[in-house]
Each structure stands twice: as structure tokens, then as C-alpha cells.
């Protein structure tokens, strides 16, 4: 049995999960939303909003999430490629298909020993199902010029535990983390774009293919930090400084490019907590 925390390893974000907050307003009063059912909004998410909001409209004293049993088993394939055009032919043609992995990343960088490009896939459920998609896999990787490895047990945990540290929102002192926002079929162009302005230094790439955010680690002096980010933000657009030097922050828009909801959420910052008693500064 995978130890505490790897439930997390499915697709979707923290407000995919949640079905019930119960949140302290600025009043000292409780608010509950949300119900222990999935189908459980009329009008407008609350729930969803309130996690969004990082603790700027109040604080979340209780979640109820959702929860599913242990799986019967699991595995996880680990596709290799020598070129990312390779890996991108293979994940296109994974999309394409019927098999319905719950993880799927692209990454590279983040080991040695890996290969250049790998796109690690996780399946699981019903022993039959989960043999299927690792033949599929298999067949899938050879026939974009790719090699697999197996992983199950420990060594499928351990994985994932190191995918799931290089999202840790912790850094050395001449790196910075990013994460980007982008629509699936735009993955490529993203890529692109990040490897034309940040080529020249390190960097360490873990994009989740299915939700749509690509984790980026860069290395390199303040100055050139600084100019990497503000490049992608002006690229890029959605573009969240998760962690960085602290000069890094002063100016730098840590929330990416200026979107057009600012205004509405300036509103509602004003309506809920007017007297800004709750994480100030944070999102606006």
C-alpha cells in the first residue's frame, strides 16, 4: 500500500477535489459551503473561490474532499525518448487513443540518469486494465522510436515521490521555480518558447499534460533570473513565480501578466474584507 500523500498523483488541482469548505470570515463568523455530494453547487462556487483566493477573503478552517478507494493495483511506465519531438508524437498519439491514464507528465532535466525526454505515464484500477495500458504503452513507445521502463511497488512510489519534489516550492539560492499555464494543444509552442529564452541555463521541466501547467527550474545569476522571468511573463502571460530568490520578487509580477478578472477580484476583496485583515497584498 503507496504510503500518505500519493492520492495527489492524480490529474486535477486541489479545487477538483474539494466538495465542502468551512471558512473564518473577517467578522470571526462561519461560513459553510459547499455538501458531502458531488453535485452540490447552485449558483456560484463558493468553494472553488475561496481556494483560488489563498486565504485573501478568509481563512479555510475545515475542506471535505473527495475520496476513492485504494485502486487494486497500479503501474507506471516510464516512456524514453532521444528528442522531444518524439515525446510529443507519442503523447499526441496517447490522446488519441482510448486508454485513460490518471497521471501524465512530460519531463525533462529532472535526472542524469534519465533520458533526455520522458513522458511518465500511471495507470490504475482493475488488474486487466492497468496490463493493458502498460501494453499499449510499450507498443506506443516503439512505435515513436522510444524505450520503457516499469515501475510498480516502491519503486513506482519513489517515482513519483521525486516528480512530486521537483514541484516543492523550495529553491537554492541562484534558482528560481515557475509554473506556466497552458492549453493542451499548445504544449509544443510553450516549449518552444521556454527553451528559446532560458536555453542557455539549466533547467529542469516537469509539464502536466493532462491539467495543463508546465514546473519550471531555472539557474542562474539574480540578473539573469530577473530577465528570464519577465521575458516569459511577457511571452507567456501565465506565468506564477512559485519560489525564488527574494530579490526576485521585488517588482516582479509574481502572478503573471495583468488579466482582465483583476478588477472583479479587487471587488470582491473590497466587498468581503474591507478592512484588508486577511493576507494583504497576497493576489492584488
Not at 45 to 55: K, N, P, Q, S
Not at 266 to 282: A, H, S, V
Request: proline share 6%; charged share 15%; glycine share 10%.
Amino acid at each position: 500500500m503507496p504510503p500518505p500523500g500519493h492520492a495527489g498523483w492524480a490529474s486535477g488541482t486541489p479545487r477538483d477535489w474539494a466538495l465542502a469548505l468551512t471558512v473564518i470570515e473577517p467578522d470571526g463568523s462561519l461560513l459553510r459551503l459547499g455538501a458531502q455530494v458531488v453535485k452540490n453547487v447552485t449558483g456560484y462556487d463558493l468553494v472553488r473561490m475561496h481556494i483560488g483566493a489563498f486565504g485573501t477573503l478568509g481563512v479555510i478552517a475545515a475542506a471535505g474532499l473527495k475520496l476513492f478507494p485504494q485502486p487494486q493495483t497500479s503501474a507506471t511506465a516510464l516512456l524514453g525518448f532521444a528528442t522531444r519531438s518524439a515525446a510529443l508524437d507519442a503523447l499526441a498519439d496517447l490522446a488519441a487513443g482510448w486508454l485513460q491514464p490518471v497521471a501524465c507528465d512530460l519531463l525533462n532535466g529532472l535526472n542524469a540518469s534519465d533520458p533526455p525526454w520522458a513522458l511518465v505515464v500511471r495507470a490504475e484500477g482493475h488488474p486487466a486494465a492497468v496490463e493493458r495500458h502498460v501494453r499499449e504503452l510499450r507498443a506506443l513507445a516503439t512505435t515513436n522510436g522510444g524505450e520503457v521502463a516499469e515501475y510498480r511497488g516502491e519503486h513506482e512510489y519513489s517515482l513519483w515521490d521525486a516528480i512530486v519534489r521537483h514541484g516543492a516550492a523550495t529553491t537554492s539560492a541562484d534558482e528560481a521555480l515557475l509554473r506556466i499555464g497552458y492549453a493542451p494543444a499548445e504544449l509544443g509552442e510553450t516549449l518552444d518558447i521556454i527553451e528559446r529564452i532560458a536555453g542557455h541555463l539549466p533547467t529542469a521541466i516537469c509539464a502536466r499534460a493532462i491539467t495543463g501547467s508546465v514546473l519550471v527550474r531555472v539557474r542562474g545569476t539574480s540578473n539573469e533570473l530577473q530577465t528570464i522571468h519577465a521575458i516569459l511573463n511577457d511571452a507567456l502571460g501565465h506565468v506564477h513565480l512559485l519560489a525564488g530568490p527574494a530579490a526576485l520578487y521585488a517588482g516582479s509580477p509574481v502572478w503573471g501578466r495583468s488579466r482582465p478578472a483583476e478588477s472583479l477580484m479587487r471587488q470582491l476583496k473590497q466587498t468581503i474584507d474591507p478592512y484588508e485583515l486577511f493576507n494583504p497584498g497576497r493576489l492584488i
